[in-house]
């Protein structure tokens, strides 16, 4: 069956880096688009940024525009979040998240969710 696995998460200091990880197995992942979203305690489910089925489109939410870049490795299938100049605003469970149809922000249009990694910025 489809599965996600997202790793990488911690602990980190303001300005810091991080990058995270998202194993995927069980359908194509060379011919599905993907994505990176967050959520921090009481907030509803943030978009990072989305990502191509060939990596060659990557687009990205206001909030960390210049800062995370996402990329993929379709031989590995496996999903980065390469995150860096960290704020505790930052602070939430990251997902990565699967679709067949298209490049979208829009968490409904996607079908496959990870179970999440923790990122805890500190000031």
């Known amino acids: 069956q489809v599965r996600l696995v997202e790793s990488g998460g911690g602990s980190v200091q303001a300005g810091g880096s991080l990058r995270l990880s998202c194993a995927a197995s069980g359908f194509m992942f060379q011919f599905y688009y993907m994505a990176w979203f967050r959520q921090a305690p009481g907030k509803e489910r943030e978009w990072v940024g989305s990502?191509?089925?060939?990596?060659?489109?990557?687009f990205y939410g206001d909030s960390v525009k210049d800062r995370f870049t996402i990329s993929r490795d379709n031989d590995k299938r496996t999903l980065y979040l390469q995150m860096t100049s960290l704020k505790p605003e930052d602070t939430a469970m990251y997902f990565c998240a699967a679709n067949s149809d298209g490049l979208y922000s829009n968490s409904r249009r996607f079908p496959y969710w990870g179970q999440g990694t923790q990122v805890t910025v500190s000031s």
């Open positions: 990502i191509s089925f060939n990596g060659k489109e990557t």
